[in-house]
């Protein structure tokens, strides 16, 4: 419609202009100059009418429906209810919910100082831990204690509701413990965790190294990005590392299958040494070492056939351990060919185990 009507527009213009020449010099269909002229005025009204139309059309908001006079009507009403608060709002998470008698339910991560036991109510009963009364054989109440991570889920006066964030087998757990037993966590910019000593667990060995073993711990838990859970109630003396004089120390991170330890000695505290993340050895090399490892205890190196796919497994760990697993073949001195699995373990990129059987399948 816009286009036949620009198209009208153009004719009238061109009509116009050959009226306007006829005035000149008269010619066909103008008999006299008095034609012409009329011609003129006829032309210049009906452009004037098409160009006027032609805007209407690329413009709807010049003559606005009725449908359109509603609707700006209701964004009007909306824009008056939304300014019925001079400040900005809030997402609706960060505004605690009334709980209990005149409480909060903050909804936050905390902890506890020490070891309490968990109660019903307010000024209620104690919670009896149903599993450990059973195989016990005597009453024994549900407890929380420092290495616990709980979540507010009521905090009123005296007294606070908590939810059990870890460990796994305790996670749901729910109870009130008096208020002054509640610790808050308290966190850097990034949102990591800040450890403090009372988040230890401290024995003969570790609280002589107490500043270090904070240090350490808050490093390992910024720098080593497979270390998500770390548990600082675990850290203890390595009997396997120390030696006199120079005691090594671990901490466990990870959780179920994941876990893994990071060892540290209190002199990194001071050092330069790094935390970060062991990256495990990829597929590819790791299955180009344990292949090396076959040969090198093969009596016929040249005989051996190491399986890179069929039998091939490859599995890696936080701690940037990766196991290789897979078959080869080989001939004995009397040139029959036996096959073998074998199991290769490294640390990093370190092939630090190998294991070989003769495979009876």
Known sequence: MQIFLSLLALLATLFFAYSLFSILYPLKPFRSRSQAFKGVGGS???VLALVTFVGLIDNPKAAPASGTIAEARKTEQQALADDALSVATVAPSLVPAACGDGGLALMDEVTVNGSHELYAAPEGGRIINEKATAALGETHYQQIDYSQRLRRTCAQEGWTEIEVLTPEWLKGNRGWVRADAIR????????????????FYWDDDTSRFKPQIVTIVNRIARENDKCGEIDPSSVALSSSRSMPGKPVFFVTCGTGATVFNVWFSPDDAVGDASFAAIRPIGRADGAEACEASAKAAANHPSTVSFSRIMDLAYQEHPSGRARVVSSFTAKNGFGLELKYRIDCLFDGSQLIETQIAEDAR
Do not use: L, P, W, Y
């Open 184 to 199: 808050i966590i308290e966190s850097d910019d990034a949102g990591k965790r800040i450890f403090v000593e009372a988040d």
């Open 44 to 46: 210049f009204v009906a």
